[in-house]
């Protein structure tokens, strides 16, 4: 392990720092060192982050930088980084750019040969995932779901055979509506993790099957509330009745046919339905 304490900053460099998602305890010494010592620090929300400096003793100067302004001042930050400034990057709270401000920057950063150095830090959608107790070997996260309905129904129904487990970001007052139309999808069985106010003092842990899950929150008003992270299980395909040497020519005609007319090949080959190989390629391949 390489000892990087004595060089705290330097110049012509956008740090990237993470900033507690609830308990001001997870800041690391790391990043108190830098906040405190680069020229400027761009914030997502200057007041929030200027109570989080203030806490900590911190002077450090701030730029707002969000997501209407972020296009038309990037170019401004990078001439004051190649001149020579060192540059903080923070949101309201986490990791910059999950969800948040920061990519148009970093972007252009590297675009014109500007270093960039990430702090490791908090961040919801991980620190929901290690503690779901769903599968955590592939994962997939998903953001903001879409404000309408139609929309969250087209994005269930986009992921409905996607294996891995998918993560997204929901506001309380949208959450009993995104899970209706969750259940509507994916159907009652499938295994919901609701993950809210993690490291705060109600920070809530609770998954359950979609039947089961919405009427739980439906008891108590107050298990709706606070910043949500839901983490879906993925689609776990029924065993196949397909022989399984039909599938393994499925497979190596899908590598140089189009899905369906490989399926219809290997149906004809093998006399098995061209539905059930379809879907069993769009499962798997």
């Known amino acids: 392990m390489t000892d990087q304490t004595s060089t705290v900053v330097d110049v ?11 308990n001001l305890g997870d800041i690391s010494q790391r990043a108190l060192s830098v906040l405190s010592h680069v020229d400027l620090i761009a914030a997502e929300d200057t007041r929030h982050t200027g109570k989080l400096l203030s806490h900590f003793g911190i002077a450090t100067r701030t730029y707002a930088l969000h997501d209407h ?46 270093r960039v150095v990430p702090l490791p830090g908090a961040c919801a959608i991980i620190t929901a995932l290690s503690a779901s107790g769903l599968p955590s070997d592939r994962f997939s996260f998903e953001g903001f779901l879409p404000p309408k309905s139609k929309g969250r129904q087209d994005k269930f129904t986009e992921l409905a055979s ?30 919901v993790v609701l993950a809210r106010e993690l490291t705060k003092t109600y920070e809530t842990i609770h998954g359950a099957p979609l039947g089961e899950l919405i009427p739980w929150l439906e008891e108590d008003t107050n298990r709706i509330r606070g910043e949500m992270v839901l983490l879906v299980a993925g689609h776990r395909a029924e065993k196949s009745d397909l022989p399984p040497e039909s599938t393994r020519a499925l497979s190596l005609l899908a590598a140089e046919l189009p899905l369906k007319k490989a399926a219809a090949l290997t149906a004809e080959l093998y006399q098995v339905k061209k539905n059930a190989l379809y879907k069993w390629g769009l499962e798997n391949l």
Do not use: W
Not at 12 to 22: F, Q
Not at 78 to 96: C, F, K, Y
Not at 99 to 105: N, R
């Open 12 to 22: 012509s460099t956008l740090y990237i720092v993470p900033t507690p998602i609830g």
């Open 69 to 114: 302004n972020e296009q038309q001042k990037a170019d401004t930050l990078i001439q004051r980084l190649q001149g020579g400034e060192s540059i903080a990057l923070v949101s309201d709270a986490g990791t910059p750019l999950i969800s948040d401000p920061g990519y148009h920057l970093v972007h252009r950063c590297r675009a014109a040969g500007v």
């Open 162 to 191: 996607d294996p891995r487990t998918m993560i997204f970001y929901e506001s309380p007052h949208r959450i009993l509506d995104a899970l209706a139309d969750m259940k509507h999808v994916l159907g009652d069985d499938r295994k």
